[in-house]
């Protein structure tokens, strides 16, 4: 049997958010990583973009398990993973149960 429309958007849709969470996940742990080390670090902004984009699936969990970002100066990190959780989240159940295909 073929697959529906509204299927193959919520297939794609999560396909998307898996591939870029782990994307993420790796970007916050190799900055953990060259920050560490003392290295060139990766843009703030790429990794608030990963994050609000989709990736805030790997971002979040990242942040605690590499304890990047959590300090109380860099707030907006944890504001922005939570925001980006929150958009992606509510964009799946508006697919899976809203939006009409």
Avoid: C
Avoid at 12 to 40: E, N, P, Q, R
Wanted: glycine residues 6%; proline residues 2%; aromatic residues 16%.
């Amino acid at each position: 049997m073929p697959l529906s429309t509204k299927q193959i958007v919520i297939i794609a849709y999560a396909s998307y958010l898996v591939l870029l969470s782990i994307i993420t996940f790796i970007a916050y742990g190799a900055d953990k990583k060259k920050a560490k080390d003392h290295k060139y670090r990766t843009k703030e902004k790429t990794l608030l973009g990963l994050s609000f984009f989709g990736g805030a699936f790997g971002g979040y969990p990242a942040m605690l398990i590499f304890r990047h970002k959590t300090k109380s100066e860099h707030w907006y990190f944890t504001a922005v993973n939570l925001l980006g959780l929150a958009i992606h989240v509510t964009l799946m159940i508006l697919i899976i149960f809203v939006f009409k295909f």
